[in-house]
Structures are given as C-alpha cells and as structure tokens.
C-alpha cells in the first residue's frame, strides 16, 4: 500500500512572502510520480507541479518549486512570491501502481 | 490542457433513487478513468479504476453493486449511484488519464450529490 502524509492541516502567510508545504510519502514501488494539486473553493482540482520518482532534479514551476528528497521520501513544495489567488487546498498525491493517492490536504490562506 | 467534463454538477434524489453521473474526456481518449469521493473539507478517496471495455477495479470498502461504473467508449464513464441513501451524499470527482499525452491525468469539475 502507498501512502501520502501532511502534518500541516491550514497555514497562512503574508501576500509576497515565501511559504513551504511538507509532504512524506511511503511507497514499494520503483517507478513512480509525485504531484502538488490545488482545489480553490470551486473544487476543480489544478496540477501546480509534478515531479517524477526517476529524475533527482527538482522539479520548478514559475513560483513554484520542490525539495525532492528520495532517500527520505520526502516532497515539499515552496510557493515564492505568495499571491492572493494562492489561496487554496493543496494536495499532495502519489501516482503507483496504477493509482493515485492524495495526502489529507493543507489549507493555505495568504493574507493581503 | 485536455479538458474533463462532469454532468450534472449538481443533483438533488430522493432516498431509494438512482442517478447516474457522467465524464467525458472532451479532446482525447481515455482508456482508463478514476472515480474518487470527497467528503466536506477532506481529501480525496478513490473509489474505482475505470477500465474502457472491461470491468471497473473497486478499492477495498467500495461496494460494487451500489456504485456501478461504465466504461463503455473511449471518453465516457459513468457512475450510477443504485438505491442512494443520505449517507451516499457527497462531491464525487472523475479523472481521466491521457497516456498519449504523457500520462497526464486531468481531473473532472465535480458532481455534488444530495440524496434527501
């Protein structure tokens, strides 16, 4: 079985500034992929970055980048420049075998 | 992006009823689709694997005869949620993977089912 894990169920932080989401992450695979979604409040679910298992670069995304670390089954995401629509549910999720499987989620509010 | 459409976006039954939830995958084929329950302020839980042309993959707890999944062409799967009860109410959100586009899965904007 694979698992997703984030211990930071809401933050905040001012517009402009720079926050970090954690994510661990346990699997048996080999091959796998690692995903930051966002849902805003219209619940449509958005890919802000994905990272696969095989590549040691970090993955970046304009203002958004990753802290892969294999070894330790970690994956964090760092949101430079926070910006008002930012604010949202973010998801972490891990795609093996054949299946994906989200994290429980961190509320991040930016405050103007 | 591939673009995923859901229908209805909301839907209100009575206790006993069924209705029927459908995704499409609107500019590419999808040979496998995935069902997933949000309860409110929660993640996502996936419920099935939807297979084009063969029977879905149901997680463990999903009950099979209650939620029945199609997969019947290559950019339709539908969901019928059989006899709803209260309890079934809930945001239902479908995905669809193109693998010729890398692997991309894009997701549906929701189903939000009240069952009274």
């Known amino acids: 079985a694979q698992t997703v894990t984030q211990s930071q169920p809401e933050m905040s932080v001012q517009e402009a500034e720079t926050v970090t989401l954690s994510c661990t992450y346990d699997t048996s695979e080999n091959n796998y992929y690692l995903f930051w979604y966002k849902q805003p409040p219209s619940r449509q679910m958005i890919l802000v970055i994905r990272q696969e298992a095989y590549k040691q670069q970090n993955a970046t995304e304009n203002r958004f980048s990753v802290n892969f670390q294999k070894a330790a089954k970690s994956f964090s995401l760092k949101i430079s420049d926070s910006q008002l629509g930012d604010t949202a549910m973010y998801f972490c999720?891990?795609?093996?075998?054949?299946?994906?499987?989200f994290g429980t989620g961190t509320r991040l509010t930016i405050i103007p | 992006g591939a673009v995923v459409s859901q229908h209805p976006s909301r839907v209100i039954c009575k206790s006993g009823t069924s209705v029927k939830i459908e995704c499409r995958s609107l500019d590419f084929q999808a040979t496998t689709m995935f069902w997933y329950r949000q309860f409110p302020k929660q993640s996502l839980m996936l419920m099935a694997t939807?297979?084009?042309?063969?029977?879905?993959?149901?997680e463990q707890g999903v009950e099979k005869d209650k939620f029945l999944i199609n997969h019947a062409s290559l950019t339709l799967s539908t969901l019928t949620v059989t006899s709803a009860h209260p309890e079934d109410s809930s945001f239902y959100i479908c995905?669809?993977?193109?693998?010729?586009?890398?692997?991309?899965?894009?997701f549906g904007p929701g189903t939000r089912l009240t069952v009274t």
């Open positions: 995905s669809a993977i193109d693998w010729t586009g890398g692997g991309e899965q894009y």
């Open positions: 999720a891990l795609f093996g075998n054949e299946k994906l499987t």
């Open positions: 939807s297979n084009e042309g063969s029977k879905a993959t149901y």
